[in-house]
């Protein structure tokens, strides 16, 4: 029988290249996007394609039920990478942004989790793989809130993935490093509607990340196409015993490494020259 899967933030980056990839290996592919103009774009594709907003309760609910609807109440697989960035030095984040952020990236991950979980219980089997981050294993500055949700996303995987153990269900990391994305670029209007860098004391730092933000220039080092995601998230899916984690990007393999065998001091005399 056909397995299905439900992936969520499938409007460009990772989630898209996973739906395309996975649907050439036979995989039935519910591409959720947060905007309905995405989800009639990924129709178009030839996806189903419901709106799923993290940020709202009732849409991740609805978004849910459309899919089991559809599969008659089965579910064999969850991809949650659904996110969005935040830019910005700590001591500069409003709470509202921090709320927010925390919404999409690991309260909505989490909600739609939970609604998962009795599916893939009753079935007897089922994978939940989320999207952490290399910013999951080592904080970079101007980052501090992405860093936090995907701190805390890994915390909450890790207990879940013990939680579960022996019930069927597999609980399983992806740790992507610099992939071709769009998350920088849709990061510009969170950053603009909560960050006053002008009348902040590190106002003179901010040139750099401005020139991140706004100037498109050649790849990351080491930046990897979405596809590399996709070619350990297809692991992750199909092989009998996967791994807990899954490292994309050599700088994630280095970082993990060092965060284990380097004193604090000396790793973070390593990270403050990115």
């Known amino acids: 029988m056909q ?10 980056g990772i989630g898209y290249a996973a739906a395309h990839d996975l649907r050439a290996r036979g995989w039935r592919v519910f591409a959720s996007c947060r905007k309905q103009a995405d989800c009639n774009q990924m129709i178009v594709e030839g996806f189903e394609s419901p709106r799923l907003d993290l940020a709202d309760e009732e849409s991740v609910a609805e978004g849910l039920a459309e899919v089991l609807a559809a599969t008659g109440g089965t579910l064999d697989a969850l991809f949650n990478n659904g996110a969005y960035a935040m830019p910005g030095a700590v001591e500069d984040l409003p709470r ?17 989790t939970n609604r998962v979980i009795p599916i893939m219980r009753a079935q007897g089997h089922g994978r939940i793989i989320n999207n952490s981050s290399i910013l999951g294993l080592v ?3 101007w980052r501090g809130a992405y860093v936090a949700t995907k701190f805390a996303l890994e915390g909450l995987t890790d207990t879940l993935r013990h939680e579960m ?14 992939v071709t994305s769009k998350i920088r670029q849709n990061s510009i209007p969170h950053f603009e509607r909560f960050i006053d860098w002008k009348k902040s004391v590190r106002a003179s730092q901010y040139e750099k990340l401005l020139n991140r933000l706004y100037k ?21 899916l199909e092989h009998p015993r ?33």
């Open 165 to 178: 153990r022996g019930t069927g269900i597999h609980i399983i990391l992806v740790e992507p490093g610099p």
């Open 96 to 112: 509202q942004a921090l709320r927010e952020i925390f919404e999409t990236n690991l309260f909505g991950t989490q909600d739609l």
């Open 216 to 236: 498109s220039g050649a790849p990351d080092r080491f930046e990897l196409p979405p596809s590399a995601v996709s070619k350990k998230l297809i692991h992750a």
């Open 242 to 274: 996967p791994h807990a984690r899954y490292f994309v990007t050599q700088p994630t393999f280095v970082m993990n490494l060092l965060r284990r065998v380097l004193s604090t001091r000396m790793l973070d005399a390593i990270l403050s020259r990115g």
């Open 3 to 12: 397995k299905s899967i439900l992936i969520t933030g499938c409007s460009s």
């Open 139 to 141: 904080a970079y500055k």
